[in-house]
């Protein structure tokens, strides 16, 4: 039987692992994660934030300029980060590139009172989509609203189809405190998982969905979106799953430092590298998945050791 978590009794997360792993992964450098690299694991340094976010919009664009009417192609996004999301857009327009063709599927949503947050909220993931990319993209350009999947309580069967229906070339992601890429969070301790978190298999297999979230995700989304205000931050959202993920040619993760800590960052390039998956830290079942990079800004990836501040 595995120790309680650290942090959230009654959840798997990733503090009910190994202590030798967790010591293994806070002893990395920046260039012991270069050297983690493996056929269908690319790790990637960029040393700007220009460089950065640049590098993450233009996926955008690499994946609709492969889009055409018979064969339609996309990418699906998140939110955090959002940086990328205006670049977009303004290398769309200052190149004139015609993207009408090109699909875009949301991660995910916030999820509150059996409905997903309305776009009026100043937290729709939607809204920010809309308002920060979409929406700036010039009218004779862009992709129709039937190209852009957001998820909603009342579509997601339609939203799962809709990877079936066209090429998600790359899906992005970045990674949260509890080692998730969208909400797909560790689950509770709870049932036939009190023991033991689910299998690789059983977690894999599931769908876009309705989820409970770690306590560890709210609190940190109350902290870069609502100033520590936990209540203003949803216990549930909506999320693609897994299932859509192994749809996806290539899962790209951007992390820049803002969304996980130095020894997050180590810990799932260490399991993602050594193929060490375990449910209790979602982002390790990747190790499973053809194509997978992790996309660091190298000032952020920071350090393990201790220090008082």
Not at 92 to 118: C, Q, S, T
Not at 243 to 259: D, F, L, M, P
């Amino acid at each position: 039987m595995r120790r309680q978590s650290t942090v959230a009794e009654g959840w798997w997360d990733y503090t009910t692992l190994d202590d030798e792993l967790l010591r293994d992964a806070a002893k990395l450098t920046a260039e012991d994660l270069l050297a983690l690299a493996r056929p269908g694991f690319e790790v990637r340094f960029f040393d700007t934030l220009e460089e950065f976010y640049t590098a993450e919009a233009l996926e955008y664009v690499w994946t609709w300029r492969h889009a055409t009417e018979s064969e339609p192609a996309g990418i699906c996004g998140p939110i955090g980060p959002t940086e990328q999301l205006p670049l977009v857009a303004r290398i769309v327009n200052d190149l004139e590139i015609d993207v009408r063709e090109g699909h875009f599927w949301a991660m995910d949503e916030w999820y509150r009172d059996g409905k997903e947050l309305p776009l009026a909220h100043p937290l729709s993931f939607a809204k920010a989509d809309l308002d920060l990319c979409f929406k700036r993209i010039d009218k004779r350009r862009r992709m129709s609203d039937s190209h852009l999947h957001f998820l909603r309580a009342d579509n997601v069967a339609e939203y799962s189809r809709s990877y079936d229906e066209a090429r998600c070339l790359i899906m992005q992601g970045g990674q949260g405190d509890v080692k998730h890429w969208a909400f797909n969070d560790p689950l509770p301790r709870e049932g036939a998982y009190r023991d033991a978190p689910p299998t690789a298999e059983e977690y894999r297999a599931l769908g876009a969905r309705v989820v409970r979230l770690h306590p560890m995700t709210v609190m940190q989304n109350a902290r870069t979106s609502a100033g520590g205000a936990l209540g203003e931050i949803p216990s549930q959202a909506l999320t693609v799953g897994p299932r859509e993920t192994w749809k996806a040619k290539t899962v790209s993760i951007w992390q820049a430092g803002n969304h996980d800590n130095p020894f997050g960052m180590r810990l799932t390039t260490l399991m993602l590298a050594k193929r060490v998956v375990d449910s209790s830290v979602p982002m390790s079942l990747l190790a499973d998945h053809p194509d997978v990079r992790f996309n660091f800004y190298r000032p952020g990836i920071g350090s393990c050791g201790a220090e008082m501040h």
